[in-house]
Nanobody, 122 residues
Framework: QVQLVESGGGLVQAGGSLRLSCSAS????????MGWFRQAPGKEREFVAV????????VISDSVKGRFTISRDNAKNTVYLQMNSLKPEDTAKYYC???????????????WGQGTQVTVSS
């Protein structure tokens, strides 16, 4: 089992930037693909980005492509989500999660963090 703790959320104006971090601990966290999902109030959780074990492959949702990037530092057991040009519709709780292989499907991910809130004001 892998334990995940997200941080870096907050309140930002539209057009601003935030960098989310997800710190992993427990059972060999660097052997998992890592993903970010988000859930806005009243909406289903949606895929945002995923990165392979080595960091060599990433998949980004079309809704954030060109604005968000995902990266990882395996020496620090941490995955990042750099969010630029934020829009009010990016307001959501952001979660990181682990998967055995790169995937965009929520049910492929086993361990989940508690989430960090991102609020973008207009």
């Amino acid at each position: 089992q892998v334990q995940l703790v997200e941080s870096g959320g907050g309140l930002v104006q539209a057009g601003g930037s935030l960098r989310l971090s997800c710190s992993a601990s427990g059972r060999t966290p660097n052997t998992y693909a890592m993903g970010w999902f988000r859930q806005a109030p009243g909406k289903e959780r949606e895929f945002v980005a995923v990165i392979s074990t080595s960091g060599g492959r990433t998949v980004i949702s079309d809704s954030v492509k060109g604005r968000f990037t995902i990266s990882r530092d395996n020496a620090k057991n941490t995955v990042y989500l750099q969010m630029n040009s934020l829009k009010p519709e990016d307001t959501a709780k952001y979660y990181c999660a682990t998967a055995f292989r790169i995937s965009t499907l929520e049910n492929s991910f086993g361990s989940w963090g508690q989430g960090t809130q991102v609020t973008v004001s207009s």
